[in-house]
């Protein structure tokens, strides 16, 4: 798969690490930034690589900040992306199997690098199971198109 990572400086010493876990499991990532633990806005990544996964430049992303939160709050705000913030590997294989999610947001401060490595495989590895998962993402393509 082609991978789009990104983070803020709270995230930034995470992705590194992750960039090169998710290559080794054989997936061509680009990253977004941010480059230094210099500080950022999440918002100005989030659209990035938000705009970068609506506009099929990618098949998915990674985001990370300090706790996995606030990254998902701006990638949402995009029509097309379904971001979640997974916390553990049940999460994480929720968020693929049932919501189907195109953006996995994860913590940096509070996980340590192989939880980190564990959630974002489960991610990888879940496919979505459709049936009436597809007809609950029906519903917010709806309320997109909506508002």
């Known amino acids: 798969m082609k991978i789009v990572i990104g983070s803020d400086h709270a995230g930034f010493e ?10 080794t499991l054989g997936h ?5 930034g941010c480059y230094s633990a ?5 918002t100005d990544v989030a659209m990035l690589v938000g705009e970068a996964v609506k506009n ?17 709050l701006a990638a949402n705000k995009i029509h097309g992306i379904r971001a979640v913030c997974a916390y553990d590997i049940i999460s994480a294989r929720f968020a693929s199997a049932h919501e189907d999610c195109n953006v996995i ?8 690098e192989l939880a980190l490595q564990e959630i974002i495989k489960t991610w990888f ?3 979505f199971e ?3 998962y597809q007809k609950r993402l029906d519903k917010i393509v709806a309320i997109e198109s909506k508002y």
């Open 56 to 72: 099929r430049e990618f098949d998915r992303a990674v985001l990370i900040d300090g706790f996995g939160g606030a990254m998902p």
């Open 28 to 32: 061509d990532v680009a990253d977004f």
């Open 105 to 112: 947001c994860v913590g940096g401060k509070t996980h340590g």
């Open 130 to 132: 459709g049936g009436k």
């Open 38 to 42: 210099d500080p950022v806005d999440f």
């Open 14 to 23: 995470a992705k590194e690490k992750l960039k090169k876990f998710i290559q």
């Open 125 to 127: 590895n879940t496919p």
